[in-house]
Structures are given as structure tokens and as C-alpha cells.
């Protein structure tokens, strides 16, 4: 059963910079697509950003693109997402979540539509405040 922890959430002001982290236990990621998704109060959950699971291409909403970058490291299990020039609109509970694509597959983007993701992690709070 794989596991995933979030870290690295906190309280930025406007223009500062986190580093979240998605650690992942269980099994290896090797064969997953992970995305960070964010929550804000009284909104839905939105998929911000995603990385492949064999080529590791990116995907970045428009509003987090040039901002945000993710990234992985299979020989640590984890998934990172730099956060740079953060804004206000930036606040919110932000999740990694993870989905298996079978090696048999045909290599294929991935996605942010959170239904489409499997495991999730609990969550870390990102707040920017002036």
C-alpha cells in the first residue's frame, strides 16, 4: 500500500518561496504519476501541477507556470514542488496524490484532474500573507 506524507508547508509573504515535499513509503514511485493539488477555503480541490511517471514530463496550470516547478527523485521516493514569487491566491492546503501507470501501457501525459489519482496524501497548509 503505498503511503505519501506532505512537508515543508508554512507562512510566506507575498514574493517569498516554499519547498513542499512528497515523501512516499509502501511501495516505490517509480510506475506513478504524482500531482500537487491545492485547496482553498470554501473552494474546490484544483490540480496545480503534475510530473510522468517514465519520462517525467511536467504539466503546470497557467497560473502556477514559471512560478512553480516539480520534480522527482526515485532513488529518495519523493516528489518536490519548488514554489517561487507566491501569491496571495497561492493559500490553501496543497495534497500530493498519486496514480499507478502500468510499464505495459503506452507512455501517456499525465494529468491534474484529481479523479484520476488513487493516493493521497494528508496535506500541508501554504499560507501567503502580507
Known amino acids: 500500500q503505498l503511503q505519501l506524507v506532505e512537508s515543508g508547508g508554512g507562512s510566506v509573504q507575498p514574493g517569498g518561496s516554499l519547498r513542499l515535499s512528497c515523501a512516499a513509503s509502501?511501495?516505490?514511485?517509480?510506475?506513478?504519476?504524482i500531482g500537487w493539488f491545492r485547496q482553498a477555503p470554501g473552494k474546490e480541490r484544483e490540480g496545480a501541477s503534475c510530473?510522468?511517471?517514465?519520462?517525467?514530463?511536467?504539466y503546470y496550470i497557467d497560473s502556477v507556470q514559471g512560478r512553480f516547478t516539480i520534480s522527482r527523485d526515485n532513488t529518495k521516493n519523493t516528489v518536490t514542488l519548488q514554489m517561487n514569487s507566491l501569491k496571495t491566491e497561492d493559500t490553501g492546503v496543497y495534497y500530493c496524490?498519486?496514480?499507478?501507470?502500468?510499464?505495459?501501457?503506452?507512455?501517456?501525459?499525465?494529468?491534474?484532474?484529481?479523479?484520476?489519482?488513487?493516493?493521497w496524501g494528508q496535506g500541508t497548509q501554504v499560507t501567503v500573507s502580507s
Open positions: 496524490a498519486a496514480i499507478f501507470r502500468p510499464p505495459i501501457l503506452p507512455v501517456r501525459m499525465c494529468d491534474v484532474d484529481p479523479n484520476e489519482y488513487r493516493h
Open positions: 509502501g511501495l516505490t514511485l517509480d510506475y506513478f504519476d
Open positions: 510530473i510522468s511517471s517514465r519520462h517525467g514530463r511536467t
